[in-house]
């Protein structure tokens, strides 16, 4: 069920931890993805997966899923398709934020914030992005 190397979950749905096993694997793959949604000149800082609730709690089905970039500029919020195929694969821009927006506290094993426009749960593994993106934005 579990092994060091690979994360599983017989939830369907659950994908923030049956995602690829190397996270900074997974992040270079979002931050690349979330590019076409970024201004020419912008970069992103920090990318983290987000979802509307905890699939073991609710229909998966119901769940939305995100993609946040976090840019020097700003916050960027992306809608993800559902299904396993299409995690990594933005389609559209839900809303943007101004940088100075904090994200956290987090804490957990999903961290509950409604402060990028909706409640958003950020898996642990993507906690330290978040704190990040936090310390980026109180120095701005």
């Known amino acids: 069920f579990f092994s060091s190397r690979r994360r599983h979950t017989r939830l369907q749905g659950d994908w923030s931890s049956d995602v690829c096993s190397s996270d900074l694997g997974l992040r270079e793959k979002l931050m690349e993805r979330s590019r076409p949604f970024l201004e020419p000149m ?8 987000g979802q509307s609730a905890i699939p073991w709690f609710v229909n998966s089905l119901l769940v939305k899923f995100r993609m946040v970039v976090v840019t020097d500029q700003r916050i ?7 299904g396993a195929w299409g995690i990594y694969k933005p ?10 927006t904090m994200i956290g506290p987090v804490q957990g094993l999903w961290a509950k914030t409604t ?21 980026g934005a109180s120095a701005s």
Not at 91 to 100: F, G, M, N, Q
Not at 116 to 134: T, W
Request: charged content about 30%.
């Open 76 to 82: 960027v919020v992306l809608a993800m398709p559902l």
């Open 91 to 100: 389609e559209s821009v839900v809303r943007t934020l101004p940088r100075a």
């Open 42 to 49: 912008e970069e992103p800082r920090f990318v983290f997966l």
């Open 115 to 135: 402060t990028l426009g909706e409640r958003l749960y950020i898996n642990k593994r993507f906690h330290n992005d978040v704190k990040a993106a936090d310390l």
